[in-house]
T-cell receptor
Framework: RKEVEQDPGPFNVPEGATVAFNCTYSNSASQSFFWYRQDCRKEPKLLMSVYSSGNEDGRFTAQLNRASQYISLLIRDSKLSDSATYLCVVNRNSGNTPLVFGKGTRLSVIA | GAGVSQSPRYKVAKRGQDVALRCDPISGHVSLFWYQQALGQGPEFLTYFQNEAQLDKSGLPSDRFFAERPEGSVSTLKIQRTQQEDSAVYLC?????????????FGDGTRLSIL
């Protein structure tokens, strides 16, 4: 099983739609979780950290389920500018260990 | 600018040549990371520095890859005797503190093509 797995997509959704991505991770000791966004031929940028209690930032909501070892990202009221690849990121183990990136889920928001 | 700066943006080299990629992190950032990103994949961890100390190099694919950060600021990733499979985007990231729950700020990357 890969350390971090994501559905590569693409997800093609109309403007205004709600879309959700899931990600699973293999190491139950992982403690740090993030969603990064990467535009085509650009560098990854932090979208949001993911906390155990779940967290929301505007139209974006992230959830963590430790028991099932998955992380989700919900985007409400999709905008054209949300089109990008969304990378699920987990630290490899507990403590200060390298981050492991998923392959990313590609989202295209269509007018 | 205030972000992570990488140079060159693009590098083309012939198989067997040595290349050196530079990363200038955000001023004051303690941690520096190198990643390799192949087409259609997520970034893969290569190595990590805390100040000048290389604390983890478990991701370096072979002994042809070498990284240094001698003064705890600028870092160089060197690839010796390049092979075609080394073609990828090499990303550098820095973070303010040493802990993995800190956000990492990425540079634009160096796109390396080996002919």
């Amino acid at each position: 099983r890969k350390e971090v797995e994501q559905d590569p997509g693409p997800f093609n959704v109309p403007e205004g739609a709600t879309v959700a991505f899931n990600c699973t991770y293999s190491n139950s000791a992982s403690q740090s979780f993030f969603w990064y966004r990467q535009d085509c031929r650009k560098e990854p940028k932090l979208l949001m950290s993911v906390y155990s209690s779940g967290n929301e930032d505007g139209r974006f909501t992230a959830q963590l389920n430790r028991a099932s070892q998955y992380i989700s990202l919900l985007i409400r009221d999709s905008k054209l500018s949300d089109s990008a690849t969304y990378l699920c990121v987990v630290n490899r183990n507990s403590g200060n260990t390298p981050l492991v990136f998923g392959k990313g889920t590609r989202l295209s928001v269509i007018a | 600018g205030a972000g992570v700066s990488q140079s060159p943006r693009y590098k083309v080299a012939k198989r067997g040549q040595d290349v050196a990629l530079r990363c200038d992190p955000i001023s004051g950032h303690v941690s520096l990371f190198w990643y390799q990103q192949a087409l259609g994949q997520g970034p893969e961890f290569l190595t990590y520095f805390q100040n000048e100390a290389q604390l983890d190099k478990s991701g370096l694919p072979s002994d042809r890859f070498f990284a240094e950060r001698p003064e705890g600021s600028v870092s160089t990733l060197k690839i010796q005797r390049t092979q075609q499979e080394d073609s990828a985007v090499y990303l550098c990231a820095s973070s303010l503190q040493q802990y993995s729950n800190q956000p990492q700020h990425f540079g634009d990357g160096t796109r390396l093509s080996i002919l």
